[in-house]
């Protein structure tokens, strides 16, 4: 039977639970065992795959096409373990299952409630394909005082009394503020935070504190009186400068060990810490930096392109060199500007997104790596984007456009509303936008003697997608005469997947979200090619 860790938050958010909760599943997993990671977030969207990433942060896609919270990317990149759509789930998501069974007539004319119906549906979320896993991680969402979290606190609570409280153990991540102003670290926000926590029936086993500075024994022996918590279960997290020294930190604390005491199970191996300290040394001591420009109309929000980060730190790591991104907001970048903005950059990356908005800004950067031989990838949207200034600006389709934001000119990208998958035929919809996309993992077929082929390695590969439009088939040998050549199709030789050009060191665009495979300790071979290239250019 999987043991289960239920991850809390409290005083404000954005703490690390995330972070903390992925570190943790690392550290088993590095002492042999089997660990899976789930995320329930509060929020009434039945997905985040309709909101702002100004609102959310980036949506990450798995395999199986589920559109998630950021922090599966957290649980992916340290764990190694592909998510699944039964690993995230939203109140909205929980109570229109209720909704639906309470339309079709199953809970048999019986009153409707929070307890035990709501409650019901998130203890089967948290124990459904769970069976062959040594411990199961849960992170809830928001912190604890929130009203939209009470259930979700509710029904752990419930679920600890089910599976019986040797087989669930509670985390409580809480801020301990330092006051500058009186040379003071506090613990009382902590005390309230846990109190409150206690007040709806949870007492926690582990309080992690995070703090910026290291919290002294008589603090944390205040926090393990007041919040009955024994102190050795008082675990800090002071903050650090990468996000991989994380493991680190918690192994120092002895985290994994007091998890594995408080259930009694003895550790298999012994933790293995060198991957990430060698990755850490070569974040934080190396000298060389590359430039990278980061070029949409997110970038103020740095969650909005987080794998995206990540995923061009890891090409950092494999090439043995610092990644300084540069982030540039699409939508302020002057045709006048662009000269002076990229003048220092060795790499031009065009991420994902939707909308007209910010397109002028993009499409005169592709101009610019394209015509000065700057290393360029274009994602999703930005492929797209490379494909329309390379037909206005090299073919002299002065009105190419995509259906998306102009309904007038010549469509080169446009709506899809069938495509094939696993050799059935998927038909989207323009009616709602929440799930209408090419979601999940497709396959692509990379042409010979072309670069994506060297790069990759293989014939066939598979990468995950989110989005509606799609290249227009019908422009291939307009487009290949031109010298850009579509070097990645679908299977069925219909949907354009990659494209490159001939004459340029390092120009590759793809259809797909390549960020969200790359991991620090295997990092994409997509990035690390492409930070090679722009390492090359910058010596």
Known sequence: MARYIFVTGGVVSSLGKGLSSASLAYLLQSRGFKVRIRKLDPYLNVDPGTMSPFQHGEVYVTDDGAETDLDLGHYERFSGVSAKK???????????????????????????????????????????????????????????????????????????????????????????????????????????????????GVQPDIIICRSERPIPLEHRKKISLFCNVDIKNVIETVDVKTIYEAPISFFREKLDVQVLNYFKLKTKKPANLNPWKKITKIILQNKRQVNIAIIGKYVELQDAYKSLDEALTHGGIDNKIKVNLVRIDSEKLKISEIKKKLKNISGILIPGGFGKR??????????????????????????????????????????????????????????????????????????????????????????????????????????????????????????????????????????????????????????????????????????????????????
């Open 86 to 200: 039964s690993d995230n789930i939203t109140t909205g998501k929980i109570y229109n299952d209720v909704l639906k069974k309470e339309r079709k007539g199953e809970y048999l004319g019986k009153t409707v409630q929070v307890i035990p119906h709501i409650t019901d549906r998130i203890k089967q979320f948290i124990k459904h394909d769970s069976s062959k896993e040594d411990f199961v991680i849960c992170e809830i969402g928001g912190i604890v005082g929130d009203i939209e979290s009470l259930p979700f606190v509710e029904a752990i609570r419930q679920f600890a009394n089910d599976v019986g409280k040797k087989n669930a153990l509670f985390i409580h991540l809480t801020l301990v503020p330092y006051l500058k102003a009186s040379d003071e670290i506090k613990t009382k926000p902590t005390q309230h935070s846990v109190k409150e926590l206690r007040s709806i």
């Open 358 to 539: 910010g397109t002028d800004g993009k499409i005169e950067a592709i101009k610019y790596a394209r015509m000065n031989k700057i290393p360029f990838l274009g994602i999703c949207y930005g492929m797209q984007m490379a494909i329309i200034e390379f037909a206005r600006n090299q073919l002299n389709l002065k009105n190419a456009t995509s259906s998306e934001f102009d309904k007038k000119g010549l469509p080169i990208i446009g709506l899809l509303n069938e495509w094939s998958k696993d050799g059935k035929t998927i038909k989207g919809t323009d009616k709602d936008l929440g799930g209408t996309m090419r979601l999940g993992s497709y396959d692509a077929k990379l042409q010979n003697n072309t670069k994506i082929r060297k790069i990759y390695k293989s014939k066939l590969i598979k990468e995950r997608h989110r989005h509606r439009y799609e290249v227009n088939i019908a422009y291939r040998e307009k487009f290949e005469k031109g010298g850009m050549i579509f070097s990645g199709l679908s299977p069925d030789n219909q949907l354009p997947e990659i494209i490159e050009l001939k004459n340029h060191p390092w120009f590759i665009g793809v259809q797909f979200h390549p960020e969200f495979k790359s991991r620090p300790l295997s990092p994409h071979p997509l990035f690390s090619s492409f930070i090679k290239a722009a390492k090359i250019i910058n010596e």
